[in-house]
């Protein structure tokens, strides 16, 4: 689209405005804060100009999803493909997803894990959406650790690396938030460190 | 307390009604998903009636935290205590851990990763305690640890070791709950295997 008209610009501006408040509300509140009338306030924005955007809370849901997922793309998964392939790469990963949670890049913290714990156990298309995310990202770490391995520089089942690394992470997170330190991301750095270094060959 | 009126014992029983009924719908929907309205019409008792037992909101989430700390100590805690102190017990609070995940001792998962994500990164009451839980259960796990240390059975800073095992089981549980299967809890038991292995002296 080279030429867009004065409201589709508009239109795409109030999109984007819209979902980076609801990113951050969800990582908070939950993807069950979100609500349609809220960030109609909180924006200064009709609930029938956001109607129009969204429909419903669920598609509202799912576009913050989306929205949340290439955040996290640009914070976390990117600058490490920058990164040449190998232990390197594993490395930067693993660096980029601390420096992710520990700078808050959602005020709440890892916005998947906040809203996959809140749906994990419901079905429906929420569900769907953030399983389908997570199995993603493994994908992509498994992936990663594969081109160390097979680089002959880690030696290591690639889904057992990526299962424990993501799990410090995880846990790294979790324990940040709820007491407010640093205390997590220490004991992860160490741990990640260990990992590879008794992976190393 | 050797005799109690009928009325103490049936409020004793309609409080333990309650409160089973509140671990439950909080680790599928969350402590912000219980209502006494909610309860009292699940139940068939009169909202009057919860209140007097539980007089707020508030009150019955600090209470339903209190009962899920005490269904957990029976599921996980207390069967690890009965084995010997050593590396026989921090293999037998992985396996407990692991088992009142899968068998969903809580129909939605482990109920304080649910909540403790919920209210992470909000703060009062609710928020302390769940935060309090958590330090409760990793200094447990710590101490489980360091005794097999102490008997020169394994070879580990008994905090760190403690973080890892906590992740793997957190990383099992979720992934088990997100996409409806045992991978999780695989990965997991091999992770437990490998990382007690490399601390063996």
Redesign the interface.
């Known amino acids: 689209m080279e030429k867009v008209d004065g409201r589709l610009v508009r239109g795409d501006q109030t999109r984007r405005a819209v979902l980076r408040r609801a990113v951050d509300i969800a990582?908070?509140?939950?993807l069950?804060g979100l609500s349609i009338g809220r960030l109609a306030t909180e924006l200064g924005i009709s609930k029938s100009g956001l109607f129009a955007h969204f429909g419903s809370k669920e598609e509202l849901q799912l576009a913050t999803i989306r929205a949340a997922r290439r955040i996290y793309a640009d914070a976390v998964v990117l600058p490490a493909l920058e990164v040449e392939p190998g232990i390197q790469r594993v490395r930067k990963l693993s660096e980029c997803w601390i420096d992710y949670s520990r700078r808050r890049v959602f005020?709440?913290?890892c916005f998947f894990?906040?809203v996959?714990?809140?749906y994990?156990?419901?079905g429906g298309a929420v569900?769907e959406a953030?399983?389908g995310v997570?199995?993603e990202w493994m994908e992509l770490m498994e992936d990663v650790v594969r081109e160390a391995v097979d680089r002959g520089e880690l030696a290591a089942d690639p889904?057992?690396l990526a299962?424990?690394l993501?799990?410090?992470y995880?846990?790294a997170n979790?324990?940040s938030?709820?007491?407010g330190n640093e205390t997590?991301y220490d004991?992860?750095s160490?741990?990640i460190g260990a990992r590879l270094e008794?992976a190393a060959r």
């Open positions: 990582s908070v509140d939950g069950e005020p709440g913290g894990q906040k996959s714990h809140e994990a156990a419901r569900h953030l399983a997570h199995r889904a057992q299962f424990d993501n799990a410090y995880e846990a979790l324990a938030i709820l007491h997590g004991q992860a160490r741990s008794s």
